[in-house]
């Protein structure tokens, strides 16, 4: 069993800051990726940052410059730097891995999701 455990969402007034966090646990072999998406409301879920491979890392162009991805492997566990937060920045933060667990399958795992709200 894999679970991802999203936290660090909640209330910010704009030009904020807040930092995610996603934990991975369970019988895990490998991960080979980890990303944040997020989904405002009424609109798609949408990648917002990502490890590519070779240590290179992807935003979205609406983050660029604001939002950091890193992650501390050795805890299992990825982090969203979230600065100058914009209202559109509001939306349902979520966690995805691409996880090879204990018995070599390889899956994708979501996390519950953690809500932002930037607003005055």
């Known amino acids: 069993q894999v679970q991802l455990v999203e936290s660090g969402g909640g209330l910010v007034q704009p030009g904020g800051s807040l930092r995610l966090s996603c934990v991975v646990s369970g019988s895990i072999f490998k991960i080979y990726s980890m990303l944040w998406y997020r989904r405002a409301p009424g609109k798609q879920r949408k990648l917002v940052a990502q490890f590519l491979s070779r240590g290179s890392i992807n935003y979205a162009d609406s983050v660029k410059g604001r939002f950091t991805i890193s992650r501390d492997d050795a805890k299992n566990t990825v982090f969203l730097q979230m600065n100058s937060l914009k209202p559109e920045d509001t939306a349902v933060y979520y966690c995805?891995?691409?996880?090879?667990?204990?018995?070599?399958?390889?899956?994708?795992?979501w996390g519950q999701g953690t809500q932002v709200n930037v607003s005055s």
């Open positions: 995805h891995a691409q996880i090879l667990d204990s018995g070599l399958h390889l899956t994708g795992y």
